[in-house]
């Protein structure tokens, strides 16, 4: 089946430290899309990014289309960094619907 | 420019009821589309619309429906339901379907008891 995989599962960091998460996709994916999803549940829009690469401050994306993979890098990382990241796109192979992995969920300790 | 937003945001039902969940989208966004999030299946895609029209569903039981007004809100709703619907349910809008980026509401956390 379709599938979005996601790596590493659990990542613990010390404040301060950088860290890069993963997603895989596999099959062609458009409307790469990369989320932080808060403590109360909220999905927060970190990155659109389709192909290319986007900088946001500390963080920054880049997504390789055509071997099918997103990287999501964290620099000098906060506690307020901690949660669960999701990467999602939409997969023509998959009737056109957003594909979630499953999250990387990021504690940061101080 | 206001959000997504989602009511309610918590509610408790008892197996066999049914429930009604709203979402008003950013204001010009003509897309609207449902997920369910819950600890052992994930982030999964209930259905989009867009004009009106449910474009797309996924792998959901017909007891999932919805529907999507002229001013673009969006209402799920779940009949009978089961233990295993409880979840949190979140909503996104987008400018275009199936396409674009999406903006999500904070989500409504459904209990079943």
């Known amino acids: 089946g379709i599938q979005v995989e996601q790596s590493p599962p659990d990542l613990i960091l010390q404040e301060g430290a950088n860290s890069t998460l993963r997603c895989n996709f596999s099959?062609?994916?458009?409307?790469l899309q990369w989320f932080h999803q808060n403590p109360w549940g909220q999905l927060i829009n970190l990155f659109y990014?389709?192909?290319g690469t986007k900088q946001n401050g500390r963080l920054s994306a880049t997504t390789v289309a055509t071997e099918r993979y997103s990287l999501l890098y964290i620099s000098s990382s906060q506690t307020t960094d901690s949660g669960v990241y999701f990467c999602?796109?939409?997969?023509?192979?998959?009737?056109?619907?957003?594909?979630f992995g499953g999250g990387t969920r990021v504690l940061v300790k101080p | 420019k206001a959000g997504v937003t989602q009511t309610p945001r918590y509610l408790i039902k008892t197996r066999g009821q049914q429930v009604t969940l709203s979402c008003s989208p950013i204001?010009?966004?003509?897309?609207v589309s449902w997920y369910q999030q819950t600890p052992g299946q994930g982030l999964q895609f209930l259905f989009e619309?867009?004009?009106?029209?449910?474009?797309n569903k996924g792998n959901f039981p017909g007891r999932f429906s919805g529907r999507q007004f002229s001013n673009s809100r969006s209402e799920m709703n779940v009949s009978t339901l089961e233990l295993g619907d409880s979840a949190l349910y979140l909503c996104?809008?987008?400018?275009?379907?199936?396409?674009?980026?999406?903006?999500f509401g904070e989500g409504s956390r459904l209990t079943v008891l």
């Open positions: 996104a809008s987008s400018l275009r379907q199936f396409t674009g980026e999406l903006f």
């Open positions: 099959d062609s994916v458009n409307n």
């Open positions: 990014i389709p192909s």
């Open positions: 999602a796109g939409v997969i023509k192979a998959a009737g056109n619907k957003l594909t």
């Open positions: 204001s010009g966004h003509r897309s």
């Open positions: 619309y867009f004009s009106e029209t449910q474009r």
